[in-house]
């Protein structure tokens, strides 16, 4: 059973930066490739960034050159720093394997992008 604690989440004023964690339980992690995905108010569910095992990233074009997606695999966590913010980043963040996993959803983290 593999289970995702994101965290770090938070009120930031635009053009500010947070950094999101995401904890993996379960030690078959690190042969997953990573995913945040992200979903705001009214809105249905995204796609962010993707790390692979390896450790290759690829980001939506909203994102590029302000995100920065990493992985620890010998601490089983996921990252996502996030950089001069705006409003429309404002959603709940949640880590999941890619391809996503169903099952594998965890609470996500609240970013709020106001001034």
């Known amino acids: 059973q593999v289970q995702f604690v994101e965290s770090g989440g938070g009120l930031v004023q635009p053009g500010g930066p947070l950094r999101l964690s995401c904890a993996a339980s379960g030690s078959i992690f690190s042969i997953y490739a990573m995913a945040w995905y992200r979903q705001a108010p009214g809105k249905a569910r995204e796609l962010v960034a993707i790390i692979t095992n390896g450790g290759a990233t690829t980001s939506v074009k909203s994102v590029k050159g302000r995100f920065t997606i990493s992985r620890d695999n010998a601490k089983n966590t996921v990252y996502l720093q996030m950089n001069s913010l705006k409003p429309e980043d404002t959603a709940v963040y949640y880590c999941?394997?890619?391809?996503?996993?169903?099952?594998?959803w965890g609470q996500g983290t609240q970013v709020t992008v106001s001034s």
């Open positions: 999941n394997t890619s391809p996503i996993r169903e099952a594998y």
